[in-house]
């Protein structure tokens, strides 16, 4: 099934969402464990992935936003990037059903088969609980977790707030550069910036 993206799109051309850069997880405190749904239905814990760095980004396929680092293949050239280097990257979808951007697994592993994406899991957060517990914002809202299970980075994908992907070119990449900083030992420069996008779509 192709997500109707471009249908999606016009839903919202509106300004962002940008968030507190207040992470409800402290930069440099552990990261809370989970167990969330792939798109296949089978269990993921973060904690399966410790002594990895992880990458989690808040994901929502009609979310203008979301469609510009898409649309463009920024956010699949970050995730293939972020592949090379050994990093584990999980989408998740904090929408609840009923509301604009929820997907079921199914229409999830759509989604990342018609954008050609690779995150090693897509994962699907119907309750929010996850989202709550990361203080998950917007679509994108990007974190990212050290191999010792600390939070290093929380933020957006880069620091051009728009939905403009003409932007992307002269944006800095901050997920980049914070696994650049841990890649070459050195500290994140950059732990946290202003998140921005279309706000999670929460049950309630």
Partial sequence: MRTPILGLAMLAIAA???TSATAEVPIGALAPDFTLADAAGKPVTLAAFKGKTVVLEWNNPGCPFVQKHYGSGNMQKTQRAAGAQGVVWLTINSGAPGKQGHMNGTEAAAFVKAQKASPNAYLLDPEGKVGHLYAAKTTPHMYVID?????AYQ???DDK?????????SARNMVLAALGDMKAGRKVAVTESRAYGCTVKYAG
């Fill in 155 to 157: 933020g957006g994908i």
């Fill in 16 to 18: 962002p969402a940008v």
């Fill in 147 to 151: 191999p010792a299970g600390r939070l």
């Fill in 161 to 169: 707030p728009t939905a403009n992907p003409a932007d992307i070119a």
